[in-house]
C-alpha cells in the first residue's frame, strides 16, 4: 500500500471503489491498520494544539509588546518628567532674573497669567501658523471620524455595563409578588423583574398606577430595569435623582449601583 | 496572522482593566490568560466558519467570551446570572455565552505538541492547513507555491510518519 493511498484516507479524500478497496485491506492487514489508526489519532488532536499554538504565539507577543513596552514607557516618563522638572526650574530662573524686574511681594495673581490676543500678530514660523489654526478649528469642531469613534466607544462600553451590572435583588421583593387573586400591575412588575423579564417589567411599570408608579423605591427598582436594558443613561439619572430626593429606602444601593457604573 | 495579532492588542488593556473591575480578586496573569483564550476561541469561529457575521461589536463579543472563561475558572456562576439575561437578547452574544471554550491539552496532545515543533516550518504548516483547515493538495499547492502537488502528498505522508516516530520514541523512553 503506497502511503500517498495513506495519507489521502487519512485526510477522507478516498471515495467510492478506492475507499472500498483500502477499508478492506485494512481489514485483513493488521500492521497497515496500526498506522492508520495512529496517523488518524494525530490528525484528530492537531487542532488542539494548533490552538495551542496560536496561544504559545500570543504569550510571545503578551512579553514582546506588553512587559518591554511598560518598563520602556516608564523609563521614557521618567526622562519625561525630568525634562519637564528641569526646563521649568530654568525658565523660573531666567524669568525671574532677566524679565521679571517687579518685586515678588507686589505682583499680583492677574499679572502672572498669560494675556490672550484676539488677534495675534502672525507668527513667522507657517508651521506653528498652521497648527495653531488647526488646533484652533478642532477645538471648535472636533474631526467627524474622532466624534464617531468617541460614539461607538460609548456605545460598547454602555452595552458592557449592562452585561455585567447585577441588578438588586432581595427577599423582600419576593413578598411583594404574593397574592392570592389576580396580580396587580405593581405585582406583575416585580415578578417579572424578579423574572428578569427586564423587557416586559418596563412595559408593566408603565401601566402601574402613577401614584405608585412615581415612589422613589419604584423607581430605584425601574433604574435597575432601564440598565439591564442597555439604556444606561437612563438608569444613571433615575439613580441620581434617587439620591438627590434622598427619599427612597434604596439610596444606598442606588449610591453603590451607580459607583459600579460609575467606576466602568 | 498579523490581524491576529493586531486584534489580541487592540482591546487587551481595555479588557485587562474591566476585568480587573468585574472580577477584583483575579491576578491579572489570569485575565491576560483569560483574554488569550477569548482571542483564540474568537479566531477559530470564524476560521472554521462558525461564525459568519457579528450583530454586535468586536469587543463586546470577546469580552463576553473572555468573562465567561474567568467565570469558570473562578467558578463565580451565581453572581453572574444578569449575564445570560442579557446575551440572551442578542444572537451572537448568545453564540458567545454558549459556544465550546478551548479544551486543555491532555498527555497525548501535549506530547503531540511538543513533538510538532520539532518539524520544518514547512511541514508543520502543511499539515494544519490538510488536517485542521481541510484543503486539498492543489489549494496547498497554489497556497504554498509548490511545482507538483506530487511534492506535497509526499510531504505529508513523510511528515506524518515522522511524527508517529517522534511520538513513539517518546514513550519509548
Redesign the interface.
Known amino acids: 500500500m503506497n502511503?500517498?493511498m495513506?495519507?489521502?484516507y487519512?485526510?477522507n479524500?478516498l471515495q467510492g471503489e478506492e475507499k472500498i478497496l483500502f477499508e478492506e485491506k485494512l481489514k485483513v492487514d493488521s500492521k497497515l491498520k496500526a498506522?492508520v489508526e495512529?496517523?488518524k489519532?494525530?490528525?484528530a488532536?492537531?487542532?488542539?494544539?494548533?490552538?495551542?499554538?496560536?496561544?504559545e504565539?500570543?504569550?510571545q507577543?503578551?512579553k514582546k509588546?506588553?512587559h518591554t513596552e511598560s518598563s520602556t514607557s516608564n523609563t521614557k516618563l521618567f526622562f519625561l518628567a525630568t525634562t519637564i522638572a528641569l526646563l521649568s526650574a530654568i525658565s523660573y530662573f531666567v524669568y525671574n532674573k532677566y524679565f521679571n524686574p517687579t518685586p515678588k511681594q507686589d505682583l499680583k495673581i492677574e499679572q502672572s497669567l498669560p494675556t490672550i490676543q484676539e488677534n495675534p500678530t502672525p507668527s513667522a514660523d507657517p508651521i506653528e501658523k498652521i497648527d495653531t489654526s488647526r488646533l484652533k478649528q478642532n477645538q471648535k469642531n472636533p474631526p467627524k471620524i474622532a466624534i464617531a469613534e468617541k460614539q461607538?466607544n460609548k456605545?460598547?462600553d454602555e452595552?458592557?455595563y449592562?452585561?455585567?451590572?447585577?441588578?438588586y435583588q432581595d427577599d423582600d421583593l419576593m413578598s411583594m409578588t404574593r397574592s392570592d387573586g389576580e396580580q396587580s400591575n405593581y405585582e406583575k412588575f416585580i415578578a417579572l423583574y424578579l423574572a428578569?423579564d427586564?423587557k416586559n417589567a418596563l412595559i408593566s411599570y408603565n401601566s402601574i398606577d402613577e401614584s405608585l408608579r412615581d415612589s422613589d423605591n419604584l423607581l430605584f427598582l425601574k433604574a435597575n430595569v432601564l440598565v439591564?436594558l442597555?439604556r444606561v443613561k437612563e438608569g444613571r439619572d433615575l439613580f441620581e435623582q434617587i439620591i438627590s430626593n434622598g427619599e427612597s429606602k434604596y439610596i444606598e444601593q442606588a449610591k453603590h449601583a451607580l459607583n459600579n457604573l460609575k467606576?466602568? | 496572522m498579523e490581524a491576529f495579532d493586531q486584534l489580541y492588542s487592540l482591546y487587551r488593556n481595555d479588557f485587562i482593566k474591566a476585568a480587573k473591575y468585574r472580577f477584583n480578586s483575579s491576578r491579572e496573569d489570569d485575565i491576560v490568560d483569560a483574554w488569550q483564550d477569548a482571542v483564540i476561541s474568537f479566531y477559530y469561529q470564524i476560521k472554521s466558519g462558525k461564525l459568519q457575521s457579528l450583530s454586535c461589536t468586536i469587543k463586546s463579543f470577546l469580552y463576553l467570551i473572555g468573562f465567561r472563561i474567568l467565570i469558570k475558572t473562578y467558578n463565580y456562576n451565581s453572581k453572574h446570572e444578569p449575564f445570560d439575561s442579557f446575551a440572551s437578547e442578542n444572537e451572537n452574544l448568545k453564540y458567545a455565552y454558549d459556544m465550546e471554550l478551548l479544551p486543555e491539552l491532555d498527555e497525548k496532545q501535549t506530547l503531540l505538541n511538543k513533538k510538532i515543533v520539532e518539524l520544518p516550518e514547512q511541514s508543520r504548516r502543511m499539515i494544519m492547513l490538510r488536517y485542521v483547515d481541510g484543503k486539498s493538495i492543489a489549494e496547498i499547492k497554489n497556497e504554498m507555491n509548490y511545482q507538483s502537488e506530487n511534492a506535497i502528498s509526499v510531504n505529508l505522508s513523510r511528515t506524518l510518519k515522522k511524527l508517529k516516530e517522534l511520538i513513539e520514541q517518546a514513550r519509548n523512553i
Open positions: 502511503s500517498e495513506i495519507e489521502r487519512v485526510a479524500e498506522e495512529a496517523y489519532a494525530i490528525v488532536d492537531l487542532r488542539t494544539v494548533q490552538n495551542q499554538q496560536l496561544k504565539r500570543l504569550i507577543l503578551e509588546s506588553f461607538q456605545d460598547q452595552q458592557l449592562a452585561v455585567h451590572f447585577q441588578p428578569k427586564y439591564m442597555g467606576n466602568n
